[in-house]
């Protein structure tokens, strides 16, 4: 092998990144199934979140969200993880995501962490608004 | 009202998504599975990093809120590796709960966000500061 050579990256073929050989049927159901479950869990959260940024309600401000998803955190773990059960489970947590990012406290949280970290004073966020 | 920024909301929700699935999918080609290594080393750093922020709420120090941000950051990105691999693992011994491999992979996701957010919003702010000074 001459000097040059080595430099020479090794032939890759493309289509070796498709090659999921190593993982089993069942496994690649699970992550397809995980990876979907997780698309949908941050669909719920972001339109909890949307739903408060563009509506104004009372349900926002009070407890409720909050006091039902803990209600559906225990519900979840009490629900023992069998196969018949998955598609419950699911849903629960789509429920518990939703209405927990439903809570404006948490939202209101997020923003005064970020604004302490912008160190912005008092009088540039009056001038802004 | 709320004070984000709509442009570092945007660019923070595509980086993540970037982070995660890159990170993601090196993960799961990883034929060795070596990453479950860091799980040690990530469990401590999270420890830490618990009681750093727990420090600062009372010394309100600025460096240990960068380091937050940006060790946060690598820490997360390191849970995803070792959190997709834990999923293919428990997979492997017969585990079929998708549900609580969703719940940790949603973690990692908001804790990446949350802090991309932070860091690109601060960063435009004082841009736009900058700017408005040279104005002057």
Known sequence: ?129 | MFYFQTTALLQALVGTVLIFASFSISAIYNKSRSYLYMGGFLMSALSVMFWMSLFNLFIRSDMLMNIQLYGGLLVMTGFVLFDTQLIILKARMGNKDHVASALSLFTDFISIFVRLMIILSRNQSNNSQNDRRRRR
């Open chain 1, 1 to 129: 092998m001459s000097f040059a050579d080595s430099f020479r990256l090794p032939a890759m073929d493309a289509r070796s990144l498709l090659d999921l050989a190593d993982l089993s049927k069942e496994e690649q159901t699970l992550l397809k199934a995980t990876y979907r479950t997780l698309a949908l869990t941050l669909a719920a959260a972001s339109a909890a979140v949307y739903l408060q940024l563009t509506s104004s309600s009372f349900l926002f401000h009070s407890m409720l969200p909050l006091l039902a998803s803990f209600g559906l955190i225990a519900w979840l773990a009490t629900t023992p993880p069998t196969p018949q059960n998955n598609t419950k489970r699911e849903g629960i947590l789509y429920g518990v995501r939703f209405f927990f990012f439903f809570w404006r406290r948490l939202c209101a949280d997020v923003d005064r962490v970020l604004w302490r970290s912008l160190a912005l004073s008092r009088a540039s966020r009056s001038a802004r608004s």
